[in-house]
């Protein structure tokens, strides 16, 4: 998802109004008097430490600007930056687009190439923008700085700012990069003076998008720019042409949607109204099939469309009840679109076990319709067995409207289910097992694909037998893939939480080594401590209560 773009610092230069350039304009690239305005200041710095006020002494070459600046290597036209040489960067170049990642990352060592090619791109055409890269993995004070969660990582930083750099977002191909960043510095959209230039600038195999708008620079214009900026990918032109309006039969201002030349979407640019968040993720969700199926190949596509609700069908290709089942589900997913992504998730598809276990879809089930909230994580399930267009509208409908009931699954309570040591816990047992007033409870949540889970497993069993007979001390599992239990923080399976006696709100962590002694000792210092604060706490009731009685004599 893409967040709403932030703004540029205020010492940016103006960005040029939208639609000021012809398509056969050059790029404006910024002036070099303000590189030169802005090293001033850095070269009197550094002149003032090189030589002594009260003195005419040459500075010496030890003391020379040369090495007194850190170094700044390349690779592939690409800065390599650290801690010591990122200021540096930042004061001589005015627009710096940098790459956070992490060299063993399979997508960093995947979009490395391309930022490369665009690096070389950008330099060939003379453009006033250098790309850099810092490897976080030893230079992790970035990471906490720029609040980086994911790898690879892109931000933009203009005019030096090192406080307010702007995202870089779903953009993963060379020439995505550079008319990123062209659109950042430039003129964010074609300008189509004529009917010729429009016809030549519409796509007759792609897609193609145009802001009809008569007055280019006003609140709609910068809503559509916004947009420009935010799906590099699509080739985006404006217009005030009256003769441009007449050829398509325009007569408001209107952004416009084609594909493959003809128009399909058009969405009313009134001054207000326009949402430059919703409006990009509308065209975006263009860029995709109404419905898209999910594989290897489509799956970071459909996490790029910034839309947090998917709506997903579980059934398989070979079903006789596939093609009426899909046809409907297509034919709903073009009154949501922009609202709703809808997803076709083939249940045939062995590589697709990973995404059907997480929804915790069952062949009894199955064809199963199911919409998950990217934001939340919350799951809800269509109630009704059968996919058709009735029961999907309805479905979608109540979602949008926040009268759907959010789906919270439990297997069922195992027969025997507290009759050995490691206890075994689902979602309808777990809140009267944990939470209670007598037991220590220790579980282990799982998930029973997991190779790290499997090598675990023993060891919690020996755990188990360990405490089997400890009086008040519970050991138990939960296979967390098939149950929803709240919780907060989760991270990798398998993971430990601790519940003390009497609490139905605290939850403690389990940090340590997977072993059996790291387990136990843990289990008994909490053990420990719990009995300390017990102990603390009745001396002090019992104080009180004395007070009380002594109080009463008195009187």
Known sequence: MLPRVPAISPRTRSPEPV????????????????????????????????????????????????????????????????????????????????????????????????FAKAAEELKSAAVDVRLGKVDVTDQKGFKKEFNIQ???????????????????????????????????????????????????????????????????????????????????????????????????????????????????????????????????RLIKTFTMDLVTEYNLETSVKIFDVPVENHILLFIPKSSSAFSKAYEDFKSVAQEFRGKIMFVWVDTDESRNGRVIEYFQVIEIEVPAVQILNLTSDARYKMPAEKVAVKNLRSFCQSYLGGTAKQHLSSEEIQEGWDQKPVKVLVGKNFDRVVFNKKNHVFVMFYAPWSEACQKVLPIWDELGKMYEKRKHVVIAKIDYTANNVQLLNVERYPFFRYFPVGSATQVDPYKGEHTLDAFAEFLEEKIKTEKQVSSKTKKKDAVKKEAKITKKEEL
């Open 150 to 280: 994911d790898f690879p990582t892109l931000k933009f930083f203009v005019d030096g700012d090192r406080s307010n750099p702007i995202d870089c977002k779903g953009v993963r191909e060379a020439s995505a990069f550079v008319t990123w960043v062209r659109r950042r510095i430039g003129s964010c959209t074609a300008h189509l003076n004529s009917t010729d230039q429009a016809k030549a600038f519409i796509d007759p195999e792609g897609m193609t998008v145009i802001g009809f708008l008569k007055s280019p620079q006003g609140g709609a214009g910068e809503v559509f720019c916004n947009s420009a900026r935010s799906t590099p990918e699509l080739p985006f032109g404006t217009t005030a042409s009256d003769e441009v309006f007449a050829l398509f039969g325009i007569r408001e201002d209107m952004i416009v949607i084609f594909q493959k030349g003809k128009p399909v979407y058009s969405e009313a640019a009134e001054e207000g109204e326009l949402n430059d968040v919703e409006l990009t």
């Open 19 to 114: 639609g000021s350039r012809s398509l056969s304009d050059p790029l404006l690239v910024p002036e070099k008097s303000w590189k030169t305005r802005m090293r001033v200041p850095w070269l009197l710095f550094l002149l003032g430490l090189g030589v002594l006020p009260s003195q005419g002494i040459e500075p010496t070459g030890e003391q020379s600007e040369e090495t007194a600046l850190p170094e700044i290597e390349e690779e592939g036209n690409v800065f390599i930056l650290k801690k010591s040489n990122f200021d540096r960067a930042l004061k001589e170049n005015r627009y710096l687009l940098v790459e956070f990642y992490i060299a063993l990352s399979g997508p960093s060592q995947t979009l490395a190439a391309e």
